[in-house]
T-cell receptor
Framework: DSGVTQTPKHLITATGQRVTLRCSPRSGDLSVYWYQQSLDQGLQFLIQYYNGEERAKGNILERFSAQQFPDLHSELNLSSLELGDSALYFC????????????????FGPGTRLTVL | AQSVTQLDSHVSVSEGTPVLLRCNYSSSYSPSLFWYVQHPNKGLQLLLKYTSAATLVKGINGFEAEFKKSETSFHLTKPSAHMSDAAEYFCVVSDQPNRDDKIIFGKGTRLHILP
């Protein structure tokens, strides 16, 4: 158990809808990262937040947005959903924000599996 | 531009035999390289990382990898496979420090362990 929690575990919705995925980082970790894993695209970095502020942005679509709250949990909002958004969405946390990927080990949650019908 | 190629999408080995998972990369800078493992229905876990120190990197669970700049490779090895090693393995390259947006994941190699 990594200490990172994600809810819900599974989400089934229809095209055009909007969903919110939630992530609680490990106690004390200030950084939260979001990743998308799909059969087509593989694993892609979406976005990072550090202590409430956006720190780095990867291949995140404009229809997607995220935020990190004062209690450090994070939410990933996906809107105008398309069939191609079906994927496993991972959240990871690490103690610090600086230093880049891997400088501080990231701890991954179990993921939220999103199915868009 | 950076890229990473995992040369095998599936590898099958017998329990107790050596494991070799191949990874080649391209990078404009001095890269940092990582191997992550993903067990079924789980998130990713860091196995090991190379960040320009020793070229032979030892990780958890008996895995190690060697950075070979001349071959642009970072293959993952283990002397003796265990049933619990069955999982998907990802090679990751990051060639710009402090730039989390420059992370590239390989497509993954699924490791099957035969009894």
């Amino acid at each position: 158990d990594s200490g990172v929690t994600q809810t819900p575990k599974h989400l089934i919705t229809a095209t055009g809808q909007r969903v919110t995925l939630r992530c609680s980082p490990r106690s004390g970790d200030l950084s939260v990262y979001w990743y998308q894993q799909s059969l087509d695209q593989g694993l892609q970095f979406l976005i990072q937040y550090y202590n409430g502020e956006e720190r780095a942005k990867g291949n995140i679509l404009e229809r997607f947005s995220a935020q990190q709250f004062p209690d450090l949990h994070s939410e990933l909002n996906l809107s105008s959903l398309e069939l191609g958004d079906s994927a496993l969405y991972f959240c990871a946390s690490s103690p610090l924000g600086r230093g880049g990927f891997g400088t501080y080990e990231q701890f991954f949650g179990p993921g939220t599996r999103l199915t868009v019908l | 531009a950076q890229s990473v190629t995992q040369l095998d999408s599936h590898v099958s080995v017998s329990e107790g035999t050596p494991v070799l998972l191949r990874c080649n990369y391209s990078s404009s800078y001095s890269p940092s390289l990582f191997w992550y493992v993903q067990h079924p229905n789980k998130g990713l876990q860091l196995l090991l990382k190379y960040t320009s120190a020793a070229t032979l990197v030892k990780g958890i669970n008996g895995f190690e990898a060697e950075f070979k700049k001349s071959e642009t490779s970072f293959h993952l090895t283990k002397p003796s496979a265990h049933m619990s090693d069955a999982a998907e393995y990802f090679c990751v390259v990051s060639d710009q420090p402090n730039r989390d947006d420059k992370i590239i994941f390989g497509k993954g190699t699924r490791l099957h362990i035969l009894p």
